[in-house]
């Protein structure tokens, strides 16, 4: 994928302005003090992060959701709230009179996000679409497999009868399809048009934490918005746990929260998870149709596989 991505690797000394705490220092920290000393980290890179692109004229949108989450548009959004797609081979999105939309609409599998939030923006259907900073809810998908899950997630073929040498089951937006109930999910999260940002307010050095995940922007960001009902989200963010490997293999600094990496919590959130939605599913296609398979291949080296905890 040498050339197909840019990436920036910064260092604490790099953003912080000093030499980071060395690991003798670290493991006298109780957990608490560790939890305090990550997250305050975290939101000064942040913080960097975003005065950065805003300097280099990167102004586009901008999220900071993990690795394991997929940002799609919400299908289950009331009519005020939803981008204006349609989503093709399944019923399209019916406006308040119960017609459905243009045919003009994008269909989902054959729009990027990108395409989709500048869209809205440009249409003002709705003062949170039209804003700089759009919130979305998070699920997040447990561990679980029904049978039928399984022999459907061992198939190799993709949309549009592409044929791979991937699995279906490579991929979490593709083997994992149950999510514990929104209710009980956290905190949601946030994209930001960084077009919109004003460094010299909303990202002011010494303000009290200007930066978190869940409110990128705070200024822009509202803690209401970090709270938006399901129906009201524009978006919403799939979280994948995977499997028990790929959960632990990561440490998990945040010791002293009830949400760190444990096998317990592993298996209690494959339990909870009893709602199927398998929304994030038909992109496979479309990727490869739009980079080549060549392309595709170079950029997924490695997709599908597991890592073993320490």
């Known amino acids: ?25 670290w493991e006298k920290l109780d957990d608490a003090e560790k ?6 980290r975290q939101n000064e890179f942040m913080r960097k992060c975003f005065l950065q692109l805003h300097s280099e004229g990167k102004w586009t949108w901008v999220t900071t959701h993990d690795i394991d989450e997929y940002l799609i548009p919400n299908m289950q959004a009331k009519n005020d709230a939803a981008v204006p797609i349609t989503q093709a081979g399944l019923n399209a999105r019916t406006s308040s009179h119960g017609t459905a939309k243009s045919a003009t609409t994008p269909s989902l599998e054959r729009v990027t996000m ?9 249409s003002s259907s709705s003062a949170m679409l039209s804003g700089p900073c759009i919130p979305f809810r998070r699920l997040t998908f447990g561990a679980r497999e029904t049978r039928v899950d399984t022999v459907w997630s061992n198939k190799s073929t993709f949309e549009d009868g592409i044929a791979t040498h991937w699995k279906r089951s490579d991929f979490a937006t593709y083997r994992w399809n149950w999510h514990i109930p929104p209710k009980k999910n956290g905190m949601g999260k ?20 200007p930066c978190n995940p869940h409110r990128p922007i705070k200024s822009i960001c509202s803690a209401q918005q970090a709270w938006i009902d399901d129906a009201s989200s524009p978006l919403v963010v799939h979280h994948y746990l995977g499997s028990k490997e790929q959960y632990l293999y990561r440490d998990d600094p945040r010791a002293n929260l009830k949400v760190a990496r444990t096998s317990q919590m592993f298996d209690e959130i494959a339990q909870k998870s009893k709602m199927h939605d398998s929304g994030a599913r038909g992109w496979v296609s479309g990727f490869v149709n739009s980079v080549g398979m060549a392309t595709a291949e170079a950029l997924l080296v490695g997709v599908g596989d597991a890592h073993e905890s320490e």
Request: net charge negative; glycine share 4%.
């Open 190 to 209: 946030a994209i930001v048009d960084i077009s919109r940002v004003r460094p010299d307010t909303d990202l002011k050095a010494n303000t009290e934490a």
């Open 1 to 25: 994928s040498r050339g197909m991505l840019e990436v920036d690797v910064w260092n604490a000394t790099f953003v912080l302005g000093r030499q980071d705490m060395n690991e003798e220092a």
């Open 114 to 122: 990108m395409e989709l939030l500048n869209r809205a923006k440009q």
């Open 35 to 40: 939890t305090a000393r990550f997250f305050s």
